[in-house]
């Protein structure tokens, strides 16, 4: 009983990081291209934060450079993918000030939910290229998962490491 229970805690793990697998070069350029296109306006060509339309802006846009020194490296794709999606966050939370992507690619593709998923996959795979942080440091519930053997007993925080 306790043995199923940890299994199916393992496997959701697993299914929450293992989103979209891992990215290919095509879909870092494909997602280079959408970046330049819709975020670095605010977000910049490379990333920092300090795109052109930054100071007129309330919150200033994060530099997504260094996402994986809050979440972790690799970045969990999921998290990542779901806030630049953004509809579900918004029902739970109200307006917020990065725009709800999810909503635009969803009118832009005519309601095609797959393509929706593709852009954002390949975003979140453009951001992941752009990490600057330390490749060890990690909240990488998947390799966490892929011990069997190992007690899937830490909490990610535990497992957050950070190595300057
Ligand atoms: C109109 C300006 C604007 C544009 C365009 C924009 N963002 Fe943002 N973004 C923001 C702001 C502002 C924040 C900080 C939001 C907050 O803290 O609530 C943010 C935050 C983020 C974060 C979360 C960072 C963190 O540290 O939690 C990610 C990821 C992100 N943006 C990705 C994107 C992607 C990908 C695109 C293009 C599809 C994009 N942004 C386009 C303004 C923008």
């Not at 290919?24 to 997602?31: V, Y």
């Not at 339309?53 to 979440?71: D, E, G, Q, Y």
């Not at 954002?120 to 069997?148: C, D, M, P, Y």
Request: a positive charge; glycine letters at 8%; one cysteine or more.
């Amino acid at each position: 009983m306790h043995f199923m229970k940890s299994l199916s805690f393992a496997l959701g793990l697993l299914s929450l990081v293992w989103v979209g697998g891992l990215a290919t070069a095509d879909e870092i350029t494909q997602g280079k291209a959408l970046f330049m296109q819709y975020c670095a306006s605010c977000h910049g060509p490379n990333g920092a934060g300090d795109g052109p339309l930054s100071p007129s802006l309330s919150t200033p846009p994060a530099n997504l450079r260094v996402l994986s020194l809050r979440f972790g490296n690799p970045l969990p794709q999921n998290v990542i993918a779901r806030f630049i999606d953004g509809r579900a966050d918004v029902k739970a939370h109200g307006p917020r000030d990065m725009p709800v992507w999810g909503e635009k690619f969803y009118a832009e593709s005519n309601g095609d939910e797959r393509k929706v998923k593709e852009r954002i996959a390949k975003l979140v795979a453009f951001l992941q290229s752009i990490q600057t942080g330390a490749r060890t440091a990690s909240v990488n519930l998947e390799w966490a998962a892929s011990r069997r053997n190992e007690k899937l007993n830490h909490r990610p925080a535990e497992i957050l490491v950070f190595r300057p």
